[in-house]
């Protein structure tokens, strides 16, 4: 069975930072597109970043260039988002997904094939 499984979520003051990690199982995404999408309440789930199979391609949504950092360790299979001078608009449910068909559309939900279940990043001001 494959599983995508985010942790690392919790409640922060704005300034702060947080690491989120997205350990996957059952399958290897080594190869694979990973991406972290949010979603605040009442709004739709958006992109904030992805990485290329081998981590040499970054992107990021404008929102949170320059302050989120995203990462991969193919050999824990496992990726990571680092969040740092967190404001309280990124106050969301964080999710993890995995492009599995190499889809054109990098910054697009429905690239992606695999889901975790989310980790709540709650950001006081």
């Known amino acids: 069975q494959v599983q995508l499984v985010e942790s690392g979520g919790g409640l922060v003051q704005a300034g702060g930072s947080l690491r989120l990690s997205c350990a996957a199982s059952?399958?290897?995404?080594?190869?694979?597109?990973m991406a972290w999408f949010r979603q605040a309440p009442g709004k739709e789930r958006e992109f904030a970043a992805a990485i290329n199979w081998s981590g040499g391609s970054t992107y990021y949504a404008d929102s949170v260039k320059g302050r989120f950092t995203i990462s991969r360790d193919n050999a824990k299979n496992t990726v990571y988002l680092q969040m740092n001078s967190l404001k309280p608009e990124d106050t969301a449910v964080y999710y993890c997904a995995a492009d599995i068909r190499g889809s054109y559309y990098t910054r697009s939900a429905a690239s992606y094939y695999y889901w975790g279940q989310g980790t709540q990043v709650t950001v006081s001001s």
């Open positions: 059952g399958r290897s995404f080594s190869s694979d597109r």
